[in-house]
């Protein structure tokens, strides 16, 4: 029979093998999950009608979490003002300030981009903007105006970019889904989950031009 102190030490030894295999199965899962993740980008990137940029997010704005993030891309690489993000998910935002190899994103979610859109399934169209940091900073929703105030919105319809002329975003790209639509006295507003989730983005990309 082995002593007490024998199976401590073994006991002590298995413990640290068990932490090892986690830490190693760990790690494999986050491999796996990053590289079904790049496999959907690249799918993405070929199918599209457009020149697209890859880009990583590099830093976020602590201060306006939901407002603006800064890609590793810049004019050196193509990219100006005014240009859409986006992942293969849907729209991230559009650049703003742009340098030799960064650039500033201002997010979907902030307040000043503003974004023509349509809701699927109907013919309504309206502006989506974020809200007021101190209305609704937690959530990082979205809200679309102008709609018809007997429009028969439902949760869950698919918002899409509207594609305005002059305008910023070419049609078609996924905003969100509608969470809940509310009737005004003049008109309609549906209140839009984004279909990126922006706190866990990581790669995105820049639409640069028509193939």
Not at 43 to 60: C, G, H
Not at 193 to 200: C, M, N, R, S
Request: net charge negative.
């Amino acid at each position: 029979l082995k002593t007490l102190d024998e199976l401590e030490v073994e006991n002590k030894q298995l413990l640290e093998e068990n932490s090892e295999l986690r830490a190693a199965n760990s790690l494999l899962r986050e491999l796996e999950a990053e590289n079904s993740r790049l496999r959907l980008s690249l799918d993405f990137r070929e199918r599209s009608s457009f020149k697209l940029l890859p880009a990583r997010i590099v830093s976020r704005d602590a201060s306006t979490w939901w407002n603006t993030v800064r890609i590793n891309r810049g004019f050196e690489d193509g990219v100006e003002a005014d240009q859409p993000v986006l992942t293969d998910s849907g729209l991230v935002g559009k650049t703003t300030t742009v340098s030799k190899n960064e650039a500033i994103v201002v997010l979907v979610t902030d307040e000043s981009c503003r974004v023509g859109a349509r809701i699927e399934g109907t013919r309504e169209q309206g502006i989506v903007t974020g809200f007021r940091v101190q209305e609704n900073e937690a959530e990082g929703l979205l809200q679309m105006n102008f709609l018809s105030k007997n429009a028969p919105i439902e949760p869950g319809q698919p918002v899409v970019t509207a594609g305005v002329v002059h305008g910023s975003f070419p049609p078609g790209i996924p905003v969100g889904k509608v969470t809940e639509f509310k009737r005004r006295a003049l008109d309609g507003q549906a209140i839009v989950e984004p279909a990126v989730d922006l706190a866990a983005a990581e790669d995105v990309f820049v639409l640069i031009e028509k193939k």
